[in-house]
């Protein structure tokens, strides 16, 4: 009987030293995983951020470093469509172009928050297409372009969150944030090459051969997104409290579409708010002339020229804010030379 008891104990006791090795086999991985994680995700983060050329280093000039008088947030048709030497020449204001081909109004609204918190700008622009505010999943998917701005950028945690519930303890990993960037990391910081900095304009330089192909934008049905609303409210509220004058813009697509409920809504909150709703999307300088359009949604350097020269004298015309008070006043000092600049500069009139 004290033998059977004597290997059951045994048995026992070799049980729970199995469960104890194997529960520090599993403690040493997990430390092993962990730091291997936060040590890869270090390097990676000071990789990004030594990025100097590249869309990703764009985005981090835009929420770290930009001060423009002008700024253009929106996508593709954004950063494809907006000319800084125009309106530079036009107000004699300082002029950056912050689209992002791939990203839409989430992502703009996020570089937004970002860019505001910094400083105050005397004229935004806002580039919408015309199905912005439908919802799409694929929207919320790309805020990964965000990730690596999560705790540098408090304002824009809300924000990144949206795309999942599990967002927030996802970005416990330390190279979470950058899994989707890896490649171009690499590859940016093994390029010599730096960002020639035309002020975030990337010009087209294709022209429409077949236009058959070019089909018009017809989505007038879709789910309105609500988190896009509010944050198209939030957007007109901000820069009423902080005098900014705002535009919202559907700028020129190449084949002739229809009006989205989307459209009409954010033209309505724009309106409703002291800022402004432009809408380009049917404009018959621009419709079916394939001179102008490296595709159906983007214009090439030449309508992008003339688009922004268009623009600029429409803003001219209807802005009647600070800014253009200020730009008067500048163009007059260009004009009578240094010693009356430094007169003004001496005078109650602040620059």
Known sequence: MAGSLFIFNSDNSMKKNQYVRFFKKIVIVLTILIIADQVTGRLMRHFYFNMVAGENYRTTFAMDSLKSEIIIFGSSRASHHYVPGVFENKFKLTFYNAGRDGNYFLYSYATFKAVTRRYTPKLIIFDLNPNEMIYRKSDYEGLSTLLPYYYYHPELKEIIELRSPFEKYKMFSATYPFNSQLIR????????????????????????????????????????DKYKIAALNDITTYCKQRNISLIFVCS??????????????????ANSDQSRYWDFSNDSVFNHHPEYFDDNLHLNDDGAKLFSAIISNDIAKNINRDFIHFNSLRVMLDSVGEKSIVAHQNSDIQY
């Open 252 to 269: 020129p697509v190449f084949s002739k579409s229809k009006e989205s409920i989307g459209s009409k809504i954010a033209e309505n909150i």
């Open 185 to 224: 990391i690499i590859f940016r910081n093994l390029s010599k090459a730096r960002d020639t900095f035309n002020m975030g304009y990337l010009p087209l330089y294709g022209k429409i051969k077949n236009t058959k192909t070019e089909k018009a934008l017809n989505d007038t049905t879709g789910v309105i």
